[in-house]
């Protein structure tokens, strides 16, 4: 592999993984939340908007975590008409549907941005006592479809090039 394509890979292996990273930590402030809830009920005290707040961890959380999934083949997969085809015909209908998926999640990726910077310039709230700038909890949303967005055109491009390696998950083996 030329040495700008290696770099290039490594780079987005590393926004996908810096991403899962990041879904974590968001997982982890989950936690921290729930139990800062559970915490002032058995001791009678109450934090206003932990509740609020979970929830907006834990859409961080799975919006970030996106990309790093599909690129390890972990999204559920339809292989039913796939599976069926051969050659060509396999070929060109992997490249339809990455083609479609990146479409969906480029626009998907701008609404997100735009939601994001109109809740920013309306000074959208949330409703709870909180009353928290709906554009902070809408970030982690709108930068965790643009990397998804990138990822599908990422795998698009390595489909075109005849380099797209397909993960297999073995969960549906493990749960059987």
Same mark, same amino acid.
């Given at each position: 592999?030329?040495r700008?394509?290696?770099?290039c890979?490594?780079?987005?292996?590393?926004?996908?993984?810096g991403?899962a +990273? !990041?879904? *974590?930590l968001?997982?982890?402030a989950?936690l921290?939340?729930?139990?800062l809830?559970?915490?002032? #009920? @058995? $001791?009678?005290?109450?934090?206003?908007?932990v509740?609020?707040?979970a929830?907006y961890?834990?859409?961080?959380?799975?919006f !970030?975590? !996106?990309?790093h999934?599909?690129?390890?083949g972990?999204?559920? #997969?339809v292989t039913l008409?796939?599976?069926s085809l051969?050659?060509?015909?396999?070929?060109?209908?992997?490249i339809?549907?990455l083609? *479609?998926?990146?479409?969906?999640?480029v626009?998907?990726? $701008?609404?997100?941005?735009k939601l994001?910077? @109109?809740?920013?310039?309306f000074?959208?709230v949330?409703?709870?006592?909180?009353?928290?700038?709906?554009?902070?909890p809408?970030i982690?949303?709108a930068?965790?479809t643009v990397i998804?967005?990138i +990822?599908?055109v990422?795998?698009l491009?390595?489909e075109?090039?005849g380099?797209?390696v397909?993960?297999?998950?073995?969960?549906?083996?493990r749960?059987e």
């Amino acid at each position: 592999m030329p040495r700008p394509t290696r770099a290039c890979r490594t780079a987005l292996d590393g926004l996908y993984d810096g991403a899962a +990273a !990041l879904a *974590a930590l968001f997982m982890l402030a989950l936690l921290a939340m729930v139990m800062l809830s559970i915490l002032g #009920r @058995q $001791l009678h005290f109450n934090l206003s908007g932990v509740d609020t707040y979970a929830g907006y961890m834990m859409a961080g959380a799975g919006f !970030l975590a !996106l990309a790093h999934t599909l690129k390890r083949g972990e999204h559920i #997969r339809v292989t039913l008409l796939v599976s069926s085809l051969h050659g060509g015909l396999k070929r060109g209908f992997e490249i339809w549907a990455l083609f *479609a998926a990146s479409l969906l999640a480029v626009l998907s990726a $701008l609404y997100s941005c735009k939601l994001a910077w @109109q809740s920013y310039l309306f000074h959208d709230v949330s409703t709870g006592n909180d009353a928290t700038p709906l554009w902070i909890p809408q970030i982690s949303m709108a930068v965790g479809t643009v990397i998804l967005a990138i +990822a599908f055109v990422d795998e698009l491009v390595l489909e075109v090039l005849g380099r797209r390696v397909v993960p297999t998950s073995d969960e549906a083996t493990r749960n059987e």
